[in-house]
Every structure is written in structure tokens, then in C-alpha cells.
């Protein structure tokens, strides 16, 4: 747990807090559930905080786009990789075995937990403190004349500047109860030899990632 708080950059008052946040439901209870629905109310205020402070022109709507990017799964799991907490994480042996600690959707919901524990820990100020120097890189790389169209919109525009059919947009696979079921979505550009795939708890969501990638292996 040092590890992970040398990368956060904060030491936990109560070690139990960021216990919680790294236990999986497969490994038992209390598990970090409950911390997912707080962090993720933590981000999207602090992330906005983030974006109002360093877009002063850009209007509603755009800033409401940004941030969707930005907390979406896929950009969660690369920064919960860039933490190497996939190697913190306490799983169950099913979920250890079929490549739980590089799943995207359970590094995502663990880097939410996190940002619930920090609140819990620390209150809002801090916990924003550490959420904002997560996302610092990121937000340095924004343009927002293109970031505040959704991926998908992105890609598109990109195939029909090259005159090329637009994607295909398949769902290969769901896991996970009724009430919290994971989606996975390739998408498929056969003219360019591309499928990425993505995965979210909605279909939409699955899709905007799988694009996202596919956007960025066409200009890679």
C-alpha cells in the first residue's frame, strides 16, 4: 500500500480506507462498491473544477464534453495503469486467473474507489488535490477544437476525410449480472485493417472507447 500512496501522493490517515478501496468483491467484504459511487461523484466535481479553471472560454456544452472524456473508463484504467494498480488490487483466485488485475473495467472502478477513499480520508480539497495532479498531463494535452467532439464523431469525421465507410460497431461479449452487466464492442475498419475493442458497464460507452482506440491507431 506505501506504493500506492507514494504514487498518489498521499498518506492515509486510516490504512482501512485504502484497504477498501483495493478490494475487489470476488475477494470479499467490504469491498470497494461503495467507495466506487462516492469517488465517482468526486471526480466529475473536480475534474470539472479542473477544466473550468483551465478552459475560461469554452462554453457548457464543450466543458460537459471534456469531461466525459476524461472520466470515462477507458481514461481511467491508463492512468490506474500508469499506477500499477492492478498489482495492489486484492481479488478473488477466479477473478486473479482469468486477468482480473488488467481488466479495464475492474482498474477503473478501483481508481473511482480510490478517489472515495480520499474524500473519506481527507475531504474534498485533498482529495481534488490529488485527482488534479493525476490528470495535470492530460489536460495539458487537450486541444479543445477536437476534444469536445465524442470519439466517435471523431472517427468518422477522420474516415470520411479519407473518403473511407464509416466503422462497424459489433458487441462480442457481455459479463457480469443483469443490473451490472459489462459490455464489450469491437470496432472494426476494414479498409485500414483496424479492430479495437472496448468495454464499459453500457453499450454506448463501450463504443466511444473502442473508438477512441481505433482513432488512435489511424494517427498513430
Request: neutral net charge.
Amino acid at each position: 500500500m506505501k506504493a500506492i500512496e507514494r504514487a498518489l501522493g498521499y498518506s492515509f490517515r486510516d490504512p482501512r480506507h485504502l484497504q477498501q478501496a483495493l478490494t475487489h468483491r470476488s475477494f470479499g467484504t467490504p469491498h470497494n462498491e461503495r467507495l466506487e459511487f462516492l469517488g465517482d461523484s468526486v471526480l466529475n466535481c473536480a475534474v470539472a473544477q479542473l477544466l473550468y479553471q483551465h478552459f475560461p472560454d469554452l462554453p457548457e456544452g464543450a466543458l460537459s464534453r471534456l469531461r466525459a472524456n476524461l472520466v470515462r473508463q477507458q481514461a481511467l484504467f491508463e492512468i490506474a495503469v500508469t499506477l500499477h494498480l492492478g498489482e495492489h488490487l486484492r481479488l478473488g483466485d477466479g477473478e486473479v486467473k482469468s486477468g482480473g488485475r488488467q481488466r479495464p473495467s475492474i482498474l477503473a472502478d478501483a481508481l473511482e474507489s480510490l478517489f472515495g477513499a480520499l474524500l473519506l480520508d481527507a475531504g474534498f480539497t485533498e482529495a481534488a488535490r490529488v485527482i488534479h495532479a493525476l490528470y495535470a498531463p492530460h489536460i495539458a494535452n487537450i486541444d479543445p477544437n477536437l476534444s469536445a467532439k465524442d470519439a466517435k464523431t471523431l472517427l468518422q469525421e477522420a474516415l470520411q476525410s479519407r473518403r473511407l465507410p464509416l466503422p462497424d460497431y459489433v458487441l462480442v461479449g457481455t459479463t457480469g449480472d443483469a443490473h451490472a452487466q459489462t459490455f464489450r464492442i469491437d470496432c472494426v475498419i476494414a479498409a485500414l485493417n483496424i479492430r479495437t475493442q472496448g468495454e464499459a458497464n453500457s453499450r454506448r460507452a463501450a463504443e466511444q472507447n473502442a473508438a477512441q482506440q481505433a482513432y488512435n491507431a489511424m494517427n498513430g
